[in-house]
């Protein structure tokens, strides 16, 4: 499950496609070639988009997965 208090370099790691669908909503998680370093609930917050909402479609499309 993906939470709020969760690095961008933790969910790069587990989930490498995530990059490409949080761009398209126009969060940024890698400058330069490394992660960001926030929380991703700070990123979402930081964009203005509601963090509920969000987290609840990354968890949809992403936090199901069993990725050990």
Known sequence: ????EDTVEDLLERYPEIDAYLIRKGIR???????VWSTI?????G???????TLKEL????GDRNIS
Not at 1 to 4: D, G, L
Not at 29 to 35: S, Y
Not at 47 to 53: A, F, M
Not at 59 to 62: A, G, H, I, Q
Request: with cysteine; hydrophobic share 40%.
């Open 59 to 62: 968890n949809d499309k992403f």
């Open 29 to 35: 998680c890698v400058l330069c070639g490394e992660p």
């Open 41 to 45: 609930g700070d990123l979402i917050a």
């Open 1 to 4: 499950m993906i939470k709020a």
């Open 47 to 53: 964009k203005g988009l509601d963090i509920e909402t």
